[in-house]
């Protein structure tokens, strides 16, 4: 009996929770507006889209939801490193949440997502959980990747994220594999392979480019450029850092990374671009207000005004505030009442990742094979299933 | 029905533990055998028949050939010497001689054990280790759409050592693709193709040259499904020749094994006959887990019957080539035939190796390793890897770590030297273990 009344006043919480999160800041209303970019676009061998973007109040509150969840787990994954629950590698997307929605936005679940290991903010976008991300940085069993994987490998097959990869530009060229199989199986759908600016100076990337020009495969290469290769600036690891036109031969496009309606536009753009012509570069000017990861201060190689004076004219979050109160779609108190929610959703994701189990230790062992065709190591007399790789 | 040697007699018997075994000195405790007369039509019918006895000091009754063995076993079975049908493998096997004499033990058998040469000629024309992976990849791609080749010239040239020939024309550039001389990304891109289903193969144009792809295979081929929690599977095939050929040089002579060895998550497996090539090229491509399969550059040309019938070897499972009692060769690839001709030379002195080629590079198939073992108490290992860190280093510990109480001696491993092959054609030959030395360590363990 006790059981059944904690059951059903667990039933009720998360019900109340997201009834009073999402009351005030959904609308069903869907009157296109129309909004002028922070800047206008520069194309590399490319007729740039128009600045105009065609938006809707639903798309617009959605931003604004969605882009306070991330800051949100990102800041709160700070403070669970600080408190030691999350180890190893910690890196955090905050100020670049405008990327991940924007492209959101302008794509479909079908789409390919892979990026490096800044990926906790792109895992939400696809549909990930708060609880399935907290409890994977945390090493539980519950998480997106059943705890074996950590902060740098997030997953969604279902959703087309492919995560999550700790080796800087390994995953281009495995974006442009994923752009082959869409090639190969002729569904109309394109694949973004992300990476950073420190990233743009692998070798890899261009073998992967050449290729996919060469077969005019659906890739969008996307440069997340936040002007820090971990402590070393873009100027100082680039000869040339415009990395939009680092293609030469496929044409770039330079989007400001912290306004998620010319993310959008500018993904939109690509997408009927790739379907038709092959590879396009996207470079996103972007910035992350924490440090290259949770070990770094991030303020040893640049000023603390510089950060500040981003966070003041250029963050994202505030940009589609000022839009929503500028449209009238939505209250100051709304808003920041609606922070406090996100807030709590946050805090109770966490209680309930950190409530979570261990991965057992014959997890130890599975996933290491798939099985099929008997792999099966047998010990030394096939009595002793040593080791069985399911 | 048959007066059976001793030596098939301990080879069929169950008391593998038995440390007693013949060998010249001891004489074996049952009579002497006859030499055998041909059976009766109804069981089967063989032109050749030869028993190897030790015991009375090498009396070789080979009516047509002399060097050549095979041993007649207890139940009936014919076995050739060189080419043991493994009894364990459930599916349609040949046995075939991989040597230039002619073919007359070459048989096709529905079930084991019944072999009628006459009756049931074999309808598949020889083919070689090349022809024999190209059949194995025609099938697989004509089988499932999804199987896909990917390698710099394996399109238009037809591949460099001609294994992809008349694939493009037949299945389409994106199908059979050419790549340009990129392997790093080219192989991520086969492991991102391979991520969403796609079945792609990675030739590499020579082993060596993909060790410039070996981030991508160790940290995204191998280790995506783990890290995903099992989302991923990626089902891909790598492939390449690779070992030391005639005077290629440092770097187009390199081993691979023993670097792809450590990393978790993938299988490796080496053919060595076109029979094996075939049945491991499919197996690979069927199965879902990345898999490195190791090619020689020498044994391309090396000619063989194919069975006509579709047939999947086991990715995991050791070949036994020659069953014996004093000593178990374990070799792979190349190697197999310096043994074999060290064999030739190791019988005619009286010895009788057990050679097993293992196929499997990872995991090891410690069953059919650990009973030769267990039979012979002596173990040589003949690798082409070089001797630091190679196959027959993590094949010794493994060994010794399992079956040290069966041991008589320490394991005898002979393996490359620790040097760049060189290019000069003698100063090349004495990098790799030559019959000689394999048999002289031979010699040296059974004394």
């Known amino acids: ?390 | 029905m048959w007066l059976c040697s001793p030596l098939i007699h301990s080879y069929s018997s169950t008391s593998l533990s038995s440390r007693h075994r013949p060998n010249r000195h001891n004489p074996p405790p049952s009579p002497p055998p006859h030499p055998l007369t041909p059976p009766p039509r109804s069981s089967f019918s063989v032109k050749v028949a030869c028993l190897i006895d030790l015991s009375s000091n090498l009396e070789v009754h080979c009516i047509e050939r002399k060097t050549s063995f095979f041993f007649i076993h207890c139940d009936g079975s014919l076995t050739s010497g060189l080419n043991l049908r493994n009894s364990r493998s459930a599916r349609l096997s040949t046995n075939a001689v991989a040597t230039k004499q002619d073919n007359v033990t070459a048989s096709t058998a529905s079930k084991p054990g019944v072999t009628n040469v006459d009756e049931t000629p074999p309808s598949k024309p020889i083919g070689n280790i090349l022809e024999a992976l190209r059949e194995g990849l025609e099938e697989e791609m004509e089988r499932d759409p999804r199987v896909c080749v990917m390698g710099e010239d394996v399109g238009h040239y037809g591949g460099s050592y001609k294994v992809t020939k008349g694939l493009a024309t037949k299945y389409g550039d994106l199908r059979v693709l050419d790549t340009p001389i990129a392997e790093n990304s080219f192989t991520g891109m086969a492991i991102g193709a391979a991520m969403t289903g796609l079945r792609p193969i990675v030739e590499g144009m020579n082993m060596g040259f993909l060790l410039l792809a070996f981030n991508q295979i160790s940290n995204n081929c191998g280790m995506l499904h783990y890290t995903s929690g099992g989302q991923f599977k990626i089902p891909i095939v790598i492939r390449g020749p690779g070992g030391v050929g005639r005077q290629l040089g440092a770097e187009h002579s390199q081993r691979l094994e023993s670097y792809f060895q450590s990393i978790p998550g993938i299988q490796m497996v080496a053919c060595s006959t076109p029979y094996n090539a075939k049945g491991l090229m499919k197996a690979a491509i069927r199965s879902d887990n990345p898999v490195i399969l190791f090619e020689h550059v020498l044994l391309y040309n090396l000619k063989e019957r194919i069975p006509d019938e579709e047939y999947v070897l086991n990715l995991e499972e050791a070949e036994m080539v020659r069953p014996g009692e004093h000593v178990t060769i374990l070799t792979y690839s190349r190697m197999r035939y310096h043994v074999m001709q060290a064999a030739k030379t190791l019988v005619n002195k009286g010895y009788d190796p057990e050679v097993i080629d293992i196929r499997s590079l990872k995991p090891f198939d410690l069953y059919t390793i650990g009973n030769s073992v267990k039979k012979t108490h002596r173990v040589v290992i003949v690798e082409e890897c070089m001797r630091t860190g190679g196959i027959g280093a993590s094949l010794t510990a493994s060994i010794n770590e399992n079956f040290h109480d069966y041991l008589d001696a320490p394991i005898v491993c002979l393996s490359s030297q620790d040097v760049p092959t060189p290019y000069a054609g003698t100063l090349e030959e004495w990098t790799v273990v030559q019959p000689a030395q394999i048999v002289a360590a031979v010699e040296q363990l059974c004394r």
């Open chain 1, 1 to 390: 009996m006790a059981q059944l009344t904690r059951r059903s006043a667990n039933l009720l919480k998360p019900f109340s929770a997201s009834v009073s999160a999402t009351r005030h800041l959904t609308t069903s209303d869907t009157t296109p507006i129309t909004v002028e970019t922070s800047l206008p676009f520069t194309g590399h061998k490319i007729e740039p889209p128009s600045r105009s973007v065609e938006t809707t109040p639903k798309e617009l509150l959605s931003f604004f939801r969605d882009m306070a969840l991330m800051r949100r787990m990102e800041i709160a994954a700070d403070s669970l490193y600080k408190a030691k629950l999350i180890r190893g590698f910690c890196h955090l997307y905050d100020g670049q949440e405008a990327v991940s929605v924007g492209m959101e936005a302008a794509i479909t679940k079908k789409d390919c997502i892979i990026t490096a290991y800044r990926d906790h903010c792109i895992f939400l976008g696809r549909g990930g959980t708060l609880l399935e991300t907290f409890a994977e940085l945390m090493g539980r069993k519950d998480g997106c990747s059943k705890g074996k994987g950590g902060s740098m490998h997030f997953y969604k097959k279902d959703s087309g994220f492919y995560g999550g990869h700790g080796i800087v530009g390994a995953q281009v060229p495995l974006g442009c594999g994923l752009a082959f199989a869409q090639k190969y199986s002729k569904d109309e759908n394109v694949t973004f392979a992300m990476y950073g600016d420190g990233a743009a100076n692998q070798g890899q990337l261009f073998e992967a480019l050449n290729m996919s020009a060469l077969w005019d495969l659906p890739a969008i290469l996307v440069c997340e450029n936040n002007h820090y290769g971990m402590g070393t600036a873009e100027w100082r690891a680039a000869k040339s850092p415009a990395y939009y036109k680092r293609g030469d031969y496929a044409p770039g496009l330079k989007v400001d990374g912290m306004d998620a309606l010319a993310v959008k536009q500018a993904c939109k753009f690509a997408k009927e671009h790739a379907l038709k012509n092959g590879p396009i570069i996207l470079e996103m000017d972007t910035y992350r207000y924490h440090g290259h990861s949770m070990s770094d201060p991030g303020s040893t190689y640049r000023t603390r005004d510089e950060i500040s004076g981003i966070r003041q004219e250029r963050d994202p979050i505030e940009r589609i505030k000022k839009l929503i109160l500028s449209h009238d779609l939505a209250t100051e108190k709304e808003l920041k009442d609606y922070e406090k929610e996100v807030r709590k959703e946050v805090d109770e994701a966490i209680a309930k990742a950190k409530e979570c189990a261990l991965p057992d230790s014959s997890e130890l062992f599975t996933n290491v094979y798939k099985k099929g065709f008997g792999v099966e190591s047998f010990g030394a007399d096939r009595k002793e299933l040593r080791a069985v790789l399911p």
